[in-house]
């Protein structure tokens, strides 16, 4: 055996070399990419469940958001700080599922999930009054934008 065919045998090895690492590596980019999106949807749905479990420990706070989501019409200054403060965790956790589908860790099925109960929110107007007297002070950019134009389609199909 002549070093031309050595050198042509070892370059053909490197090349297998490379096509395997290079499989290897997609395989573990395309699990890494999976647990991301897994950890997305489970952060998501545990800031939700954070909210829920204010609201089924406490039954006043409860009953305070109920009405609070209707028309915050009456409430006292307390009341109204309280809700406000309860409307601003909640839309914590609409925006930063809104940015993790932005970047592509969130799917369209969970975010479907997500949009349907944020459309609930704003389907009462005493949320949409808190956007536009507060929410939309505190949070900036693409998700500012997207609440108002969630509002406009509400009121448009007069879903209020």
């Known amino acids: 055996m002549n070093w031309d065919a050595i050198g042509a045998i070892a370059e053909l090895a490197g090349a297998v070399g490379v096509v395997a690492s290079l499989l290897y590596l997609g395989t573990q980019i395309r699990h890494s990419t999976k647990a991301s999106s897994v950890e997305a949807k489970l952060t998501t749905t545990g800031m939700h469940s954070s909210?829920?479990?204010?609201?089924?420990?406490?039954p006043a706070l409860n009953e305070l958001f109920m009405r609070g989501v209707a028309s915050t019409d009456?409430?006292?200054?307390e009341e109204y700080q309280r809700f406000s403060n309860l409307c601003l965790k909640t839309f914590w956790f609409f925006s930063?599922?809104?940015?993790?589908?932005?970047?592509?860790?969130?799917?369209?099925?969970?975010?479907?999930?997500?949009?349907?109960l944020l459309e609930f929110e704003l389907s009462g107007a005493g949320v949409r009054g808190w956007w536009r007297r507060l929410g939309s002070k505190r949070f900036?950019?693409?998700?500012a934008?997207?609440?108002?134009?969630?509002?406009?389609?509400?009121?448009s199909r007069g879903d209020t």
């Open 51 to 58: 909210v829920v479990d204010l609201l089924i420990a406490d």
């Open 74 to 77: 009456g409430f006292t200054p």
């Open 96 to 116: 930063a599922a809104h940015y993790q589908l932005r970047t592509g860790m969130l799917d369209e099925d969970n975010w479907f999930e997500t949009k349907s």
């Open 140 to 143: 900036s950019g693409k998700f």
């Open 145 to 155: 934008e997207f609440v108002d134009s969630e509002i406009i389609a509400i009121e």
